[in-house]
């Protein structure tokens, strides 16, 4: 779990409770889901907190935090930004391994040394969080007086540029150090160039950003000395980039309510790309639903409207009432700071905190339970049984799988309505090329393990009850996932007469009407695959296995196979 050094005096002022003693502010920050875990050597706190409210990585995030707790402040805040005086532009040589940008400007701030420790730690921490390590996103923030700025138009303004340069490229002065150096000897003779060289070592071409002057940073590794910020700087330009926009702005917007809360005053920064212009930082207020019916159930209390209205105000949201039929809906507004509010549910979350926890009455439930399998449990374990005593042997396979593997291998095109077609589920950055997305049906893990026991003696029947899933934006996830049913049989004979034997077997043992209509499937022989009809409804596909899938997985013998919702037996 993250962790955060907080100063209590400093706390204290920024909240404006001086009369808080230490102990009062560590239940305080309980209350909010921040921990006491220690000191450090020079007295500050250190406060575990969910990695959620990333928020409250910096100390004015925390106190933030508090005043809403204490009544302080009420209701969303938005800063009011000045225009834009300055812009990024965008180069068509910038790296396609980083190829976003964005920023703000801050003025005025009123840098102590204690702000600033508090800015250095939001900075990495906001890294080691959002940023995966400056992989994702990385910051840089540099004293704006230092910075010369191009012409932007002949109206005026100011402009910097990120592009991309050859390793051997321009020189200048990194952090930390007094000579210039290229960006590929910062990667190699730099102490924090080492440390994140893995990060660009393998790109054509780095990625860095110019003013009128010359190359100040050289992002995601160090910035340039030159624009070293100080407990003197007062104007701030703040840049990040990074492998996602949406993450970097919500980085970037972050920052900007913590040199707010620090007296600042914000102001746009134009990111000008190729095909839009973009007007940053993103402080755009977003909405979220959530019925009255849904917070009683949730915290187990009888609230009126007027008091939800009351603990969403405390929460730091806004929020409206209105009737629709017998229900109270409320549409609350969510600050533009606030990344983690997902669902509904992290709305009834904030209004339980500031009702208080601590609070809520502990009661018996209205009915009497006895612990047991749920029902879906027991029908896996149901049809497990079934498989293995027909012989299968029980499989559990990763439920994440690449789309080369779901789709290219098994002669499936993503975004058609076959069985294992439809909108995969993909990592945005995965860990590993294997594993890329969630699979949307489970017969290629079935076709990977016998691909990799060619080597064993056959027959090989192979079965697995697993978790599958597509995008369906109906869904509150956006995510449709199901249990489903996959076997093979892979032997000198097998055939679809085989594989239908087996799964009428199962369906018997579930009073379960079995239809097989004829039906085409990319991944199965024409004319020798069916729909599979459990009670009237499509669940799912049979049939032998293309002879263009057995040879892309290197298997001699014919296969096999069926697949089918594991609900439909229900």
């Not at 209701?75 to 000045?82: A, D, F, H, L, T």
């Not at 209205?366 to 612990?371: A, K, S």
């Amino acid at each position: 779990m993250p962790t955060v050094d907080v100063s209590p005096d400093e706390l204290r002022r920024l909240t404006g409770h001086d009369e808080k003693d230490d102990e009062e502010l560590k239940d305080d920050m309980f209350a909010l889901g921040l921990e006491y875990e220690g000191e450090t050597e020079e007295g500050d706190m250190q406060l575990e907190f969910a990695p959620d409210r990333l928020d409250r990585l910096s100390i004015e995030g925390v106190a933030r935090s508090l005043r809403y707790q204490y009544g302080d402040d009420r209701g969303i805040y938005v800063p009011k930004p000045n225009d834009p005086d300055w812009s990024i532009e965008v180069d068509e040589s910038v790296p396609d391994e980083r190829p976003y940008v964005t920023g703000a400007i801050a003025r005025g701030v009123n840098l102590s040394e204690e702000a600033l420790d508090s800015l250095i730690q939001l900075q990495e921490k906001l890294h080691a969080t959002m940023g995966r390590k400056r992989a994702k996103g990385a910051i840089g923030i540099h004293d704006l007086t230092m910075l010369k700025g191009s012409s932007a138009t002949e109206e005026g303004g100011n402009s910097i540029q990120y592009v991309g340069v050859d390793p051997d490229g321009d020189r200048f002065v990194p952090l930390d150090s007094d000579a210039e150096m290229t960006p590929e000897e910062v990667l190699r003779a730099h102490p924090t160039g080492e440390k994140y060289a893995d990060l660009v070592s393998d790109d054509e071409r780095y990625p860095a950003i110019y003013d009128d002057i010359g190359l100040f940073s050289f992002p995601p590794v160090i910035n340039g000395r030159r624009t070293e910020v100080t407990s003197d700087s007062r104007d701030l330009f703040i840049e990040l980039t990074g492998t996602d926009q949406w993450t970097i702005d919500k980085m970037c917007t972050i920052i900007c309510y913590a040199l707010d809360a620090r007296g600042a005053t914000i102001e746009e920064v134009e990111v000008n790309y190729d095909d839009r212009t973009l007007v940053r930082p993103d402080l755009e207020v977003t909405t979220k639903a959530v019925t009255h019916d849904r917070i009683e159930t949730l915290l187990g209390i009888d609230l009126a409207p007027d008091e939800v209205l009351d603990l969403l105000a405390r929460s730091g949201l806004s929020g409206g009432a209105s009737e629709e039929g017998d229900s109270v809906v409320y549409e609350v507004e969510i600050p533009p700071y606030r990344v983690d509010v997902l669902h509904p549910v992290d709305i009834v979350d904030d209004i339980g905190r500031a009702y208080g926890f601590n609070d809520l009455s502990p009661r018996y439930p209205d009915v009497g339970t006895v612990g047991g399998r749920h029902e879906r449990s027991q029908l896996e374990d149901a049809a497990r049984e079934v498989l293995v005593g027909l012989g299968f042997e029980d499989l559990l396979n990763f439920h994440m799988i690449s789309e080369e593997e779901n789709f290219e291998r098994m002669r499936v095109e993503p975004e058609t309505d076959v069985v294992g077609g439809g909108t995969s589920a993909a990592i945005k950055n995965p860990y590993s090329e294997d594993y890329t997305m969630l699979r949307t049906w489970a017969l290629p893990s079935l076709l990977m393990v016998l691909e990799n026991n060619t080597h064993r003696s056959y027959p090989q029947d192979l079965a697995e009850i697993g978790l599958a899933a597509k995008v369906d934006e109906s869904e509150n996830t956006g995510l449709a996932e199901h249990r489903t049913v996959a076997s093979v049989l892979a032997r000198h004979d097998a055939s679809y007469e085989d594989a239908k034997a087996r799964l009428q077997a199962i369906v018997r043992n579930f009073d379960v009407s079995l239809e097989t209509p004829p039906t085409e499937h990319p991944a199965f022989i024409s004319g020798r695959v069916a729909d599979v009809v459990l009670d009237g409804e499509t669940a799912g596909v049979i049939g032998e296995v293309h002879p263009e899938v057995l040879v892309e997985h290197d298997l001699e013998l014919p296969v096999a196979g069926f697949e089918f919702r594991l609900e439909a037996l229900e």
